[in-house]
């Protein structure tokens, strides 16, 4: 019943994003601004808190410095070139998080859009103009050794999204970074745009 449940969720998700290529027609070119951890729900895992904290910080330089294998990846998915990577933002939010707020629900419950806006409105982007693009943690579950994120296209003039959709990927491999980082890798390898 679970794997039929997921399979269901995975398969609305690329459907969500599939009414994205419309909505992106005008945006060629976006500021990659990392992932936001600040909202994120963690579930089952053994770790400590402060190690998650600091581990988000790792994953966003991971990001940066493997540029290939992760924003060339998320340009080619989504037809949108990544001309910038500007993670001061995200490393002011996550660097806010304490171990006493970071989420540890049994249920993570999604993002609504107009939550998503508010999480937006809220960043000091240091920019206004020009579009960005954002990642946006929801959840990352270890007994399914998944990472959910919605991913957030909005335009900085006036902190409006443009669309968003929510991908999710398979964790693995070995260490905390590593092992959430890929499941970053594996939603940006599964990102189709439709019609």
Same mark, same amino acid.
């Given at each position: 019943?679970?794997? &039929?449940? !997921?399979?269901?969720?995975?398969?609305? @998700?690329?459907?969500?994003?599939?009414? @994205?290529?419309?909505? #992106?027609?005008?945006?060629?070119?976006?500021?990659?601004?990392? $992932?936001?951890?600040?909202? $994120?729900?963690?579930?089952?895992?053994?770790?400590?808190?402060?190690?998650?904290?600091?581990?988000?910080?790792?994953?966003?330089?991971?990001?940066?410095?493997?540029?290939?294998?992760?924003?060339?990846?998320?340009?080619?998915?989504?037809?949108?070139?990544?001309?910038? $990577?500007?993670?001061?933002?995200?490393?002011? !939010?996550?660097?806010?998080?304490?171990?006493?707020? %970071?989420?540890?629900?049994? +249920?993570?419950?999604?993002?609504?859009?107009?939550? #998503?806006?508010?999480? &937006?409105?809220? +960043?000091?982007?240091?920019?206004?103009?020009?579009?960005?693009?954002?990642?946006?943690?929801?959840?990352?579950?270890?007994?399914?050794?998944?990472?959910?994120?919605? %991913?957030?296209?909005?335009?900085?003039?006036?902190?409006? +999204? &443009?669309?968003?959709?929510?991908? @999710?990927?398979?964790?693995?491999?070995?260490?905390?970074?590593?092992?959430?980082?890929?499941?970053?890798?594996?939603?940006?390898?599964? +990102?189709? !745009?439709?019609?």
């Amino acid at each position: 019943m679970k794997k &039929i449940l !997921l399979s269901a969720f995975l398969f609305v @998700s690329s459907m969500v994003f599939g009414q @994205s290529k419309e909505a #992106l027609k005008d945006v060629k070119e976006a500021t990659f601004y990392g $992932v936001d951890y600040s909202h $994120v729900g963690i579930v089952g895992a053994a770790e400590s808190s402060s190690k998650f904290i600091f581990t988000f910080d790792e994953i966003n330089s991971l990001i940066q410095r493997e540029y290939s294998k992760y924003i060339k990846k998320l340009a080619k998915k989504t037809k949108v070139d990544i001309v910038s $990577v500007d993670l001061g933002p995200v490393n002011q !939010l996550n660097s806010g998080i304490t171990t006493e707020s %970071l989420d540890r629900p049994s +249920i993570v419950t999604p993002f609504e859009e107009t939550e #998503l806006q508010d999480i &937006i409105n809220s +960043i000091d982007f240091k920019k206004d103009e020009g579009y960005g693009v954002i990642l946006i943690a929801e959840e990352l579950n270890k007994p399914r050794n998944r990472g959910i994120y919605e %991913l957030v296209f909005f335009d900085l003039a006036n902190k409006q +999204i &443009i669309t968003h959709a929510k991908i @999710s990927g398979k964790s693995r491999g070995f260490g905390l970074r590593n092992f959430w980082a890929n499941s970053i890798h594996s939603a940006f390898k599964d +990102i189709s !745009l439709r019609r």
